[in-house]
């Protein structure tokens, strides 16, 4: 029962949060699932199995560009958590992403638009320091700044 | 802001990589953009349970107006305190259970129920579009102007907009479950908030247990602060 609860009751902690944002979302999503995949034997397999059917019947309800995106643009994640789709390519990437934009903000995006969200995707170009800067602001958030200096100095 | 010990917060990797002089580049405002969506009614909520505990049943003559300069001011209030000093006296109060009463934002705010209100002077006028947002007239003109802007989004959220033309993917096809890099990430942060809440129950537990505990409206951020 309790490993059953527990990840519905994280889930409910994380998306009632004060911020949280659409990418929390679609990965608590995705974790739920992949959770509850791993508790297929026999004991669990109805609850499981509605539980996941539960999730995919309101994630195809929901606007799923814009999750997806969000996702993509968090840098700490890009399109890493995502399978090997043809959408995922960074082609696929940029038509979402550019598809959004215009959505956003009513105007074609400018041609500098894809040149940078390749460079980000790839990490190259202005965003060359990107998997540097994440590891810092992800060990300032431990609370372990000097251990990534020493890391990013080695 | 960004408290230690919470993750890490995405919009200031691109601050960290963009020239502080120069305007946002179009995909550092489109992922802003993105970013700063917030998921839930959770925040909406709490200031609609602000006003319940504000207008209670021996403040129940209270105008519309001084109930929102009162809640507003109760947002200024706490704002600045858990910039300053919240921490501090959060940590008297539970952890040395001090038996004086905390100067929390309810004691205060009694004395200043007379706080200048932007009030506009409302109009008669009445026209057939905003009729049903008569009753919000007296609260100002800015917050009309709010209630009209958000009014008209559901409408223009209705015109058609250009969606994917490949179809919906389910989650199970989304997500590589083999990659463990991002779920290890999720993972540690979720699961750290999930035991700081816990933690905290424990310590109210404790605190419910001694007898001398008083009920004080706990909420996560005041959580993080007494924890962090």
């Given at each position: 029962?309790k490993?059953?609860?527990?990840?519905?009751?994280?889930?409910?902690?994380?998306?009632?949060?004060?911020?949280?944002r659409?990418d929390?979302?679609?990965l608590?999503?995705?974790?739920?699932?992949?959770?509850?995949?791993?508790?297929?034997d026999?004991?669990?397999?109805?609850?499981?199995?509605s539980?996941?059917?539960s999730l995919?019947?309101?994630?195809?309800?929901?606007?799923?560009?814009i999750?997806?995106?969000?996702v993509?643009?968090?840098?700490?994640?890009?399109a890493d958590?995502?399978?090997?789709h043809?959408?995922?390519?960074v082609?696929?990437?940029?038509?979402?992403?550019?598809r959004?934009?215009?959505?956003?903000f009513?105007e074609?995006?400018?041609f500098?638009f894809?040149t940078?969200?390749?460079?980000?995707?790839?990490?190259?170009?202005?965003?060359?320091a990107?998997r540097?800067?994440?590891i810092?602001?992800?060990?300032?958030?431990?609370?372990?700044v000097?251990?990534?200096?020493?890391?990013?100095?080695? | 802001?960004?408290?230690?010990?919470g993750?890490p917060?995405?919009?200031?990797?691109?601050?960290d990589?963009?020239f502080?002089?120069?305007?946002?580049?179009p995909?550092?405002?489109?992922a802003?953009?993105?970013?700063?969506?917030?998921?839930n009614s959770?925040?909406?909520?709490r200031l609609?349970?602000v006003?319940?505990?504000?207008?209670?049943?021996l403040?129940n003559?209270?105008?519309t107006?001084?109930l929102?300069?009162?809640?507003?001011?109760?947002?200024?209030?706490?704002n600045?305190?858990?910039?300053?000093?919240t921490?501090?006296?959060?940590k008297r109060?539970?952890?040395?259970?001090?038996?004086?009463?905390p100067?929390?934002?309810?004691?205060i705010?009694?004395?200043?129920?007379h706080?200048?209100s932007?009030q506009?002077?409302a109009?008669?006028e009445?026209?057939?579009?905003?009729?049903?947002?008569n009753h919000a007239?007296p609260v100002g003109?800015?917050?009309?102007?709010l209630?009209?802007?958000?009014?008209?989004v559901p409408?223009?959220d209705?015109?058609p907009?250009?969606?994917?033309?490949?179809?919906?993917?389910?989650?199970?096809q989304?997500?590589?479950?083999?990659?463990?890099?991002?779920i290890?990430?999720?993972?540690?942060?979720t699961r750290?908030?999930?035991d700081?809440?816990?933690?905290?129950y424990?310590?109210l537990?404790e605190?419910?247990?001694t007898?001398?505990?008083?009920?004080?409206?706990?909420?996560?951020?005041?959580?993080?602060?007494?924890?962090?």
């Amino acid at each position: 029962m309790k490993s059953d609860l527990e990840p519905l009751a994280i889930a409910a902690n994380i998306t009632q949060a004060a911020f949280c944002r659409l990418d929390t979302v679609l990965l608590t999503f995705g974790f739920l699932v992949m959770q509850y995949q791993k508790m297929m034997d026999a004991d669990n397999l109805t609850a499981s199995t509605s539980i996941i059917a539960s999730l995919e019947k309101r994630w195809a309800a929901a606007d799923q560009d814009i999750f997806i995106a969000t996702v993509i643009v968090n840098p700490f994640f890009r399109a890493d958590p995502f399978g090997r789709h043809t959408r995922f390519v960074v082609s696929g990437i940029i038509d979402l992403l550019e598809r959004l934009y215009t959505r956003f903000f009513k105007e074609e995006p400018p041609f500098s638009f894809s040149t940078e969200l390749c460079n980000y995707l790839t990490a190259e170009g202005q965003y060359s320091a990107l998997r540097a800067t994440c590891i810092r602001h992800m060990a300032a958030a431990e609370g372990q700044v000097r251990a990534a200096f020493v890391f990013l100095s080695v | 802001m960004n408290f230690q010990g919470g993750p890490p917060d995405p919009l200031e990797v691109y601050r960290d990589l963009s020239f502080s002089s120069e305007p946002h580049s179009p995909f550092h405002r489109l992922a802003a953009r993105l970013l700063s969506i917030c998921a839930n009614s959770a925040t909406c909520e709490r200031l609609f349970s602000v006003f319940g505990n504000t207008l209670t049943k021996l403040r129940n003559q209270m105008g519309t107006s001084t109930l929102s300069s009162i809640a507003e001011l109760k947002m200024h209030v706490r704002n600045e305190h858990q910039l300053n000093s919240t921490k501090i006296w959060m940590k008297r109060m539970f952890v040395a259970r001090s038996t004086t009463i905390p100067p929390n934002e309810s004691s205060i705010l009694p004395t200043l129920a007379h706080p200048p209100s932007p009030q506009s002077p409302a109009s008669d006028e009445t026209n057939e579009e905003n009729e049903d947002l008569n009753h919000a007239r007296p609260v100002g003109s800015s917050f009309r102007d709010l209630v009209s802007t958000h009014g008209s989004v559901p409408i223009e959220d209705d015109e058609p907009c250009v969606h994917s033309q490949e179809g919906k993917l389910t989650l199970s096809q989304l997500f590589n479950f083999g990659n463990d890099h991002w779920i290890k990430s999720y993972e540690k942060h979720t699961r750290k908030s999930f035991d700081e809440e816990l933690a905290l129950y424990d310590l109210l537990n404790e605190d419910a247990a001694t007898g001398n505990g008083m009920e004080v409206d706990v909420d996560e951020t005041t959580a993080e602060i007494l924890l962090g």
